[in-house]
């Protein structure tokens, strides 16, 4: 069962997240201020931390600034409100993972924790670097080269090309790159997985018609083979 901590000072705030979370089967531990949250973080090793930019006594900032310094390296996802942008870049740059603005529509949230959980725990598992027919690719460092060229690929591909391997010889779903990838499930969207596999399918597919590395399986999703 992943543990969930919330470091938020509004108690309604805590009220909903507390319930909603705790529905999606997440064990909830809450603390009201800043230093509480850094104390707690540090004491329960919480999975995910969902951590409100504005606390009593130390900021989101600086919490989070000081977890990534004591090597916490659990997700932590932001709350921040509308206007506070600036507060944004400098949480990311303070190793927030993401952030999401006040007020928030409850099932992107969830999505997004669900997202990041299941990242962090796929994260020990997952390969840096990957060669198959005549492209290498590193992950890392987000280069790909096929036949000795360079391959642009948006971060977008690269996330999803490493799903694909990562899965290699298992047939994954759009729903599963949805979600992996893009951080949300919804139905409606898989045409955006299949645009993006079309894609990728032109720069690392030698005859894109005719794949020979990402393979459809019909009706179902996907299946990378080399
Ligand atoms: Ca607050």
């Known amino acids: 069962m992943s543990k969930i901590l919330i470091v938020e000072d509004e108690p309604d705030m805590v009220t909903g997240l507390r319930d909603n979370f ?7 531990i809450v603390a009201r201020d800043g230093e509480e949250g850094l104390k707690k973080a540090l004491e329960e090793k919480p999975d995910l931390i969902v951590l409100d930019l504005m606390l009593p006594k130390m900021s989101g900032l600086d919490v989070c600034r000081n977890l990534r ?21 400098l949480g990311l740059e303070v190793g927030a ?8 529509g409850l099932n992107e949230l969830l999505a997004r924790v669900r997202a990041h959980l299941r990242r962090a725990t796929h994260e020990v598992s997952t390969i840096e670097n990957y060669a198959f027919g005549d492209v290498a690719v590193d ?14 690929l948006s971060p977008r591909e690269f ?14 779903t759009r729903e599963q790159l949805l979600d992996a990838v893009w951080g949300y499930d919804a139905m409606m969207f898989t045409r955006t997985v299949d645009n993006h596999v079309a894609k990728l399918r032109q720069k690392i597919e030698d005859d894109p018609e005719n794949p020979a590395f990402i393979m459809t399986v019909h009706r ?5 083979v080399g």
């Open 22 to 28: 705790e529905l999606e089967g997440y064990q909830v």
């Open 69 to 89: 310094k004591n090597s916490f390296d659990s997700p932590i996802l932001m709350l921040t409100a509308r206007g506070q942008e600036l507060d944004k870049v």
């Open 97 to 104: 993972d993401d952030y999401i603005t006040k007020p928030f």
């Open 139 to 152: 992950f890392q460092k987000f280069k790909a080269i096929k036949n000795g060229t360079p391959v642009e």
């Open 159 to 172: 996330e999803l090309l490493k799903f694909l391997v990562n899965h290699r010889g298992e047939t994954v």
């Open 220 to 224: 179902v999703g996907y299946r990378f």
